[in-house]
């Protein structure tokens, strides 16, 4: 990385706070109590650790492999870490004591598996659930519908704590408003904390990345996850 490119990133996250902070202030909320993760996918240790320095919230990584890679290099030293891809059961057990956050719990299946391998490291996994809502049939995550029974299913699992909801909505068409599916998001975050479930938290509504995160602050998102707004473009 040259000293050019961390500069880049420094000046990235310092244009990200100020847009947050912007649209915190239009929802009439504080621009401290919106955290930004990092989205670190496909960035090396190095930019990792130039986007810490540069005061980011949370690093957020996409698969096990790459996490744990970057891990041993000591990429997050300082900095609290999600996990927001895909999970398979049989890699869980690696993320334990290592993430302080799993958002992207896609099933009860999933959940139980976490609940399990937490267990055995002797720890609380704290979770988000998932939502898939606009119900994409290539998506992850659970139907609108279904989140109530499994909220009260995964609350009486030791070891593991509902801390909120995550979403990747579908891109928007003309005839829906941009903030559709992130009302709706929402309006289920309100509804389950309005269950007053036991051992359930409704703290965090993760949602919003490079391309929408004021549009998500505006309808309650409290977690942004943002990848080429603090990175710049991913070369695949
Ligand atoms: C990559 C990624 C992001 C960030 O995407 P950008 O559009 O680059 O901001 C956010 N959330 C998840 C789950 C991701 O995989």
Redesign the pocket.
């Known amino acids: 990385m040259t000293v050019e490119e961390e500069k880049q990133i420094v000046n990235n996250v310092t244009d990200a706070r100020a847009r947050i902070a912007e649209a915190a202030r239009k929802a009439g909320r504080k621009p401290e109590d919106i955290i930004l993760v990092a ?1 670190t ?1 496909m960035n090396d240790a190095e930019r990792v650790r130039a986007a810490v320095r540069a005061g980011i919230d949370v690093c ?1 990584e ?1 698969r096990v492999q790459e996490l744990l890679g970057k891990y041993e290099e000591h990429a997050y030293d300082g900095c609290p870490l999600h996990f ?2 895909t999970l398979q059961s049989n890699k869980v057990k690696y993320l334990m004591g290592k993430v302080s956050m799993i958002e ?1 719990v896609s099933s009860v299946k999933l959940a139980t598996v976490i609940a399990k391998e937490a267990k055995k490291a002797g720890l609380c996994q704290n979770i988000l659930l998932e939502i898939n809502i606009g119900r994409e049939e290539a998506k992850l995550g659970l139907d609108p519908d279904e989140v109530f029974e499994a909220v009260q299913t995964i609350s009486r699992m030791d070891n593991i704590c509902i801390r909120g909801l995550m979403a ?1 909505p579908p891109k928007l068409d003309e005839s829906r408003k941009d903030t559709y599916y992130f009302d709706r998001m929402h309006q289920l975050f309100v509804d389950i904390s309005d269950k007053k479930y036991d051992n359930v938290f409704m703290d965090y509504l993760s949602m919003g ?3 929408d995160f004021e549009a998500a602050i505006s309808c309650g998102a409290n977690i942004v ?5 603090i990175f710049g473009a ?1 070369h695949y």
């Open positions: 989205a996918k957020g996409n927001i891809g992207s990747i990345m490079s391309a996850r943002l990848g080429t707004t991913r």
